[in-house]
């Protein structure tokens, strides 16, 4: 068995890593993945073909450079993935509760930002769902996954862009600053939950190491919400929470592209 190593430039989120698996699952002689998201290495486990898998992993634009490659003669089947997938469950669970919340408290308040971040707790539910359909599902039905995931990302996210220039240009809509602060400090409580019990697993594989970095993410906006929550009760506009909102948007159409992407 052929182990060859590449360093993927463009590799920091889940997205890259499912684009790479769903764009190699394919072949049959690729046999193992592995990951190494914090270096932005990928270890194949495969049999000949170089050339095929030099050509499939430039075509996904990463900047990909082959490494090394090895003979490895040890046993590299898939191990065992139980603790894996319970612990992604919880994190999706919770992301996707969180989701919820915020959206009902960001209408009610009429906050941006609190709108703004739910949709990006939704986008993490999404990616931490297609992590869990890595193994055994059928690669069209990932792809539309993907595609309809991407779609209702964007289109959810222009309405709030569009929503923010209205309030921009026309009368001022004042958010709750109370509800700004209150939730996201909750939703920041419970990324900081995801964080430990990702952090807890003690895994290598992406699909934790890349839930690490969306949670961390995620922790870093809470905050930014917070604070734009307080500018808000400090100079009595609702600039700040636009502010916040129109960033943490353009974070998810972002990545709602990568999603996309891997429809492709």
């Not at 634009?61 to 065992?80: C, F, G, M, Q, V």
Request: glycine share 6%.
């Amino acid at each position: 068995m052929n182990k060859t190593t590449y360093k993927v430039k463009k590799m920091d989120c889940p997205c890259e890593e499912n684009l790479i698996r769903m764009k190699l699952e394919g072949y049959p002689f690729v046999k193992r993945l592995e990951f190494d998201l914090s270096n932005r290495l990928v270890y194949i486990f495969h049999e000949g073909h170089d050339h095929m898998l030099e050509d499939a992993l430039h075509s996904l634009a990463l900047d990909s450079l082959r490494i090394d490659s090895t003979i490895e003669k040890r046993d590299i089947w898939t191990e065992d993935n139980t603790h894996q997938r319970d612990v992604l469950r919880k994190v999706l669970f919770i992301n996707f509760a969180f989701f919820v919340l915020e959206m009902a408290f960001g209408i009610l308040s009429k906050s941006m930002g609190l709108v703004a971040d739910s949709l990006d707790m939704l986008a993490d539910a999404l990616v931490y769902g297609m992590s869990l359909m890595v193994v055994g599902a059928a690669l069209e039905r990932k792809k539309k996954v993907a595609l309809g995931s991407g779609i209702i990302q964007i289109a959810l996210a222009i309405f709030g862009l569009i929503e923010i220039i209205k309030r921009f240009i026309g009368i001022e809509v004042m958010p709750d600053f109370r509800s700004m602060i209150g939730i996201s400090f909750l939703a920041l409580l419970a990324n900081s939950y995801c964080l430990w019990l990702l952090h807890r697993s003690e895994s290598r594989d992406v699909h934790m190491q890349a839930s690490l970095i969306f949670s961390a993410n995620d922790v870093i906006i809470n905050i930014g919400v917070i604070s734009a929550g307080l500018f808000v009760w400090l100079f009595k506009s609702n600039i700040p929470d636009l502010v916040i909102g129109i960033i943490v948007f353009l974070i998810v159409i972002k990545g709602a592209f990568r999603i996309i992407g891997l429809s492709k």
